[in-house]
């Protein structure tokens, strides 16, 4: 069964549980899906009570919201949908970073298995998305990048950018405009006491960029082999 024969809606949802969960070992709750999609928590409950009823996700009353084993299957070909056009749409469309995710929120429930496989083809077949989430290969595999959160690293390290998260169109432009992508090499310091904010420069820079904390948390990132957390 091909994703295009669910609903958007339930397209929409098992994409959202997958994302939620990508990132994290916290429990998906139906709350958290509501802020995602920007509906109420009693709607957000039935679209989870008709998934479960499909076999695509698990939930148990007041616990968490898990995919099945058919849940992942679709989830992961919406995932690996929505990837490949925020791609296409930068990479030849011109796009910018801040405008691409609700752009491929639209399309992804109208493109064909099709389309996307000649998209994959046309952008020779990339592993990553411009903010650096991985792409599903066609087979569902998940090569997702050894990398985590600036905040879990702190000050002290240098560090290559991996991810940047695509929650917030706003930071995503100040991230942008501040030179931030993937592959940029960081030399993190410590901002303010008690502050909160860290010290960016990137590799060759003259000047630092500060960064608060919810900045900090949307940057994920690798660090270099000799400058390992503790040493």
Not at 151 to 171: F, L
Request: net charge negative; charged share 25%; glycine share 8%.
């Amino acid at each position: 069964m091909s994703i295009s024969e669910l609903t958007p809606s339930a397209q929409k949802y098992l994409k959202v549980v997958w994302s939620l969960s990508e990132w994290t070992s916290s429990p998906v709750t139906p709350s958290l899906i509501a802020d995602r999609v920007g509906l109420r928590l009693s709607s957000v409950s039935e679209g989870i009570r008709k998934l479960s009823t499909q076999g695509f996700l698990e939930h148990a009353p007041y616990g968490s919201v898990e995919l099945t084993e058919s849940g992942r299957r679709y989830a992961v070909q919406m995932v690996r949908r929505h990837r490949l056009l925020e791609t296409f749409l930068v990479e030849v469309l011109g796009y910018s970073w801040d405008q691409v995710h609700d752009e491929a929120e639209n399309l992804e429930h109208a493109v064909s298995d099709f389309m996307v496989e000649r998209i994959d083809e046309l952008l020779e077949f990339p592993s990553r998305d411009p903010h650096g989430d991985p792409i599903p290969s066609a087979s569902g595999a998940v090569d997702s990048p050894a990398a985590v959160p600036l905040s879990d690293v702190g000050a002290g390290q240098d560090v290559s950018i991996e991810r940047i998260s695509d929650e917030d169109p706003q930071m995503l432009k100040f991230f942008e405009d501040h030179g931030f992508c993937i592959g940029k090499n960081l030399s993190i310091s410590q901002g303010a006491p008690f502050s909160g904010v860290l010290e960016a420069r990137i590799s060759g820079a003259k000047e630092s960029v500060l960064l608060g904390p919810a900045a900090v948390k949307a940057l994920y990132v690798s660090i270099d082999s000799q400058d390992a957390i503790g040493s």
